[in-house]
């Protein structure tokens, strides 16, 4: 069975996937989607109230369909905040590849749609021969890349769409995410980005988020282009 959503990766790590994962899940939902979060690998975590915690997870567990457990959203959360082949090994643990597809799988069938977090930036290892572009494949979901608009954007996000390319995924569209709302020429990188992402990967803009003082799931959710992203996620008309 072929899984149903999408797959949110970044320009870099820090860029914005859980806020903009948790506004899609809120933005389903809303749509009368049952949308739920999947976070494959997640890495840091802090012991808060008796147990372990990670803040990505938790997240996309409070946006999406109700009910769904932790350790279903997030079938490998690691302690330690760094590149999550390396946290797994100083655990004396290996990411479990087909694992991780089978938690999407299980997900799926509860849930209309699925909105898959990676982990980093899109060619992070995962372990000694794959990396979360492989996992994106193997999900078989569109990519919805956010990115994080600062100096340096248009590079990060035009490698990215490359590497999306190269590696046979379908780029669905992207979301810009304000980081540095002091940036030069803010507006100009934007009208850049939309350029060249259309011209050379077909790839509109879903939306475009200001620096916002209560960065919620609903407030990120407003920005959205609801009609774009209906189309290009394969939504049926509102």
């Known amino acids: 069975m072929s899984l149903r959503g999408c797959f949110v990766a970044g320009t870099d790590t820090g860029v914005g996937k859980t806020r903009v994962s948790a506004a899609l899940l809120h933005w389903l939902n809303g749509a009368g989607i049952a949308a739920v979060g999947y976070k494959p690998v997640a890495a840091g975590m802090e012991w808060l109230d008796g147990r372990w915690i990670n803040e990505d997870v938790g997240c996309l567990q409070r946006n999406g369909l109700a009910g769904i457990v932790a350790e279903r959203i997030g079938p490998c959360q690691l302690r330690q905040a760094c590149a999550p082949h390396i946290a797994a090994g100083l655990e004396g643990r290996v990411i479990d590849r087909s694992a991780l597809l089978r938690g999407a799988h299980d997900l799926q069938s509860e849930a209309q749609f ?33 990115v994080g608009l600062r100096l340096g954007c248009l590079n990060h996000a035009l490698l990215t769409a490359e590497a999306l390319a190269a590696r046979g995924l379908a780029l669905a569209g992207w979301v810009a995410n304000t980081l540095d709302a002091g940036m030069p020429q803010l507006r100009r990188n934007i009208e850049t ?44 008309p509102a």
């Open 114 to 146: 699925i909105v898959a977090e990676g982990a980093g930036g899109l060619i992070v290892p995962l372990g000694h021969d794959w990396d979360s572009a492989d996992l994106a494949l193997d999900l078989g979901l569109p990519v919805v890349l956010v």
């Open 193 to 236: 980005l939309e350029h060249e992402l259309q011209r050379r990967h077909q790839a509109p803009c879903l939306g475009i988020i200001p620096e916002l003082d209560t960065p919620d799931a609903a407030h990120v959710a407003a920005f959205f282009n609801g009609e774009v992203l209906r189309v290009r996620l394969g939504l049926p």
